[in-house]
């Protein structure tokens, strides 16, 4: 039962540096979306998918890009990480016809120095 | 506009002491979604329970209860008889009926049970 799996765990980047948080599930869910975690402002709702091939931004999406080419895998890119992007980042998932709850992952702690 | 608040930042008990964890939302939409979430100090997200805005009737789960009271736009979360591994933070969490993982969250509410 892996559920919903990302990677890396932790990752600290130089500010300007890019990378990929990968994100994947195998429970076929439709809906995916990426969280950050700040203290003392609980979660928000970077960007979210449908379905493959179909994203859209949330609450906080400056700064990140997403795709989605496949129902399985919704990773987030940092192409120019900066101090403000130091947070924990949660990528959820949902069986959208069956109402249940959001999936979520196991978090990746970033730190951009 | 949806908004989740939890005023409570953080409160402690000494264990078996009862707990009560208040959430207060507030949306447009007659039809919503609202969500605990358990964040232990691991760091993971565990869901605790949802709840539909048509359905008002509390719940319990063994330890744990929740009073859902549209009147006051409130789903307060209850614990019984404290444990120390009830510490974490609790979130409280608002959906659109369509949209279930499009959630929006309070602040969070973190629990500390001392022995």
């Known amino acids: 039962n892996a559920g919903v799996t990302q990677t890396p765990k932790f990752q600290v980047l130089k500010t300007g540096q890019s990378m990929t948080l990968q994100c994947a599930q195998d429970m076929n869910h439709e809906y995916m979306s990426w969280y950050r975690q700040d203290p003392g402002m609980g979660l928000r709702l970077i960007h979210y998918s449908v379905g493959a091939g179909i994203t859209d931004q949330g609450e906080v999406p400056n700064g990140y890009n997403v795709s989605r080419s496949t129902t399985e895998d919704f990773p987030l890119r940092l192409l120019s990480a900066a101090p403000s992007q130091t947070s924990v980042y949660f990528c959820?998932?949902?069986?959208?016809?069956?109402?249940?709850?959001?999936?979520f992952g196991q978090g990746t702690r970033l730190t951009v120095v | 506009a949806q908004k989740v608040t939890q005023a409570q930042t953080e409160i402690s008990v000494v264990e078996k002491e009862d707990v009560t964890l208040d959430c207060v939302y507030e949306t447009r939409d007659t039809t919503y979604y609202l969500f605990w979430y358990k964040q232990p100090p691991s760091g993971e997200l565990v869901f605790l329970i949802r709840r539909n805005s048509f359905d008002e009737q509390n719940e319990i789960s063994g330890r744990y209860s929740w009073n859902f009271q549209k009147s006051t736009s409130s789903f307060n979360f209850t614990i019984t008889a404290s444990q120390v591994v009830d510490s974490a933070v609790y979130f409280c969490?608002?959906?659109?009926?369509?949209?279930?993982?499009?959630?929006?969250f309070g602040t969070g509410t973190r629990l500390q049970v001392f022995p």
């Open positions: 959820a998932s949902t069986n959208q016809g069956k109402n249940t709850e959001a999936f």
């Open positions: 969490a608002l959906s659109e009926a369509v949209w279930t993982d499009k959630l929006i």
